[in-house]
């Protein structure tokens, strides 16, 4: 038992090891696509207060969004740490680094800005193929308004007076006429 135990701990330890040389920021964000990929679209299933309908439809969106987002993540971290290792070429040191700063901003411009317009683009196609557009616009009615109705009629006070005589909030007309000449 303890014997298995050593080799459990061993095998735990290598795992570890590996993971620490091997962290890179386009892994960690792919993982977490990857998580979101499987948990989001079961969290909405299992929403009660949604029609069925509706359900289904968020967790497939949900499920493409994350699909798409996988790739996505893996080709924006991969390509911009190959162009920072590119920028360096001679010096090993500031290769390494600039590849992993470089992997870490192609991960964020993937999440800023590629996911946002390739999921646009994958979803409307997606919309197309399952015809969730077509009931939608199907469905959707001009909004008719009511201008029969009549509003009901606002009484306008133009004069107000307010116990010290002219009203306050009034502007004066002659503090505003020139009168000519500078007085200190």
Same mark, same amino acid.
């Given at each position: 038992?303890?014997?298995?135990?050593? !080799?459990?701990?061993?095998?735990? !330890?290598?795992?570890?090891?590996?993971?620490?040389?091997?962290?890179?920021?386009?892994?960690?964000?792919?993982?977490?696509?990857?998580?979101?990929?499987?948990?989001?679209?079961?969290?909405?299933?299992?929403?009660?207060?949604?029609?069925?309908?509706?359900? !289904?439809?968020?967790?497939?969106? #949900?499920?493409?969004? #994350?699909?798409?987002?996988?790739?996505?993540?893996?080709?924006?971290?991969?390509?911009?740490?190959?162009?920072?290792? !590119?920028?360096?070429?001679?010096? =090993? #040191?500031?290769?390494?680094?600039?590849?992993?700063?470089?992997?870490?901003?192609?991960?964020?411009?993937?999440?800023?800005?590629?996911?946002?317009?390739?999921?646009?683009?994958?979803?409307?196609?997606?919309?197309?193929?399952?015809?969730?557009?077509?009931?939608?616009?199907?469905?959707? #009615?001009?909004?008719?308004?009511?201008?029969?109705?009549?509003? =009901?009629?606002?009484?306008?006070?133009?004069?107000?007076?307010?116990?010290?005589?002219?009203?306050?909030?009034?502007?004066?007309?002659?503090?505003?006429?020139?009168?000519?000449?500078?007085?200190?």
């Amino acid at each position: 038992m303890a014997g298995l135990m050593g !080799k459990i701990s061993d095998i735990g !330890k290598k795992i570890l090891i590996s993971v620490g040389k091997n962290n890179k920021p386009t892994y960690a964000v792919m993982a977490i696509a990857a998580a979101n990929g499987i948990f989001k679209p079961i969290s909405s299933l299992t929403d009660k207060k949604e029609k069925p309908e509706a359900r !289904k439809y968020a967790a497939l969106r #949900e499920f493409a969004t #994350e699909c798409v987002a996988v790739p996505t993540y893996w080709a924006c971290g991969v390509g911009a740490g190959a162009l920072g290792a !590119k920028l360096f070429k001679d010096n =090993p #040191e500031k290769r390494a680094i600039a590849k992993a700063n470089m992997m870490f901003l192609g991960v964020c411009a993937a999440a800023l800005l590629v996911i946002p317009a390739v999921c646009s683009v994958a979803l409307k196609i997606l919309d197309k193929i399952t015809g969730k557009n077509a009931c939608e616009k199907e469905n959707q #009615e001009p909004a008719k308004l009511d201008i029969t109705s009549n509003a =009901p009629e606002m009484q306008v006070h133009t004069d107000i007076q307010t116990k010290f005589g002219q009203n306050m909030y009034r502007p004066n007309m002659s503090t505003f006429l020139n009168k000519g000449g500078l007085k200190i």
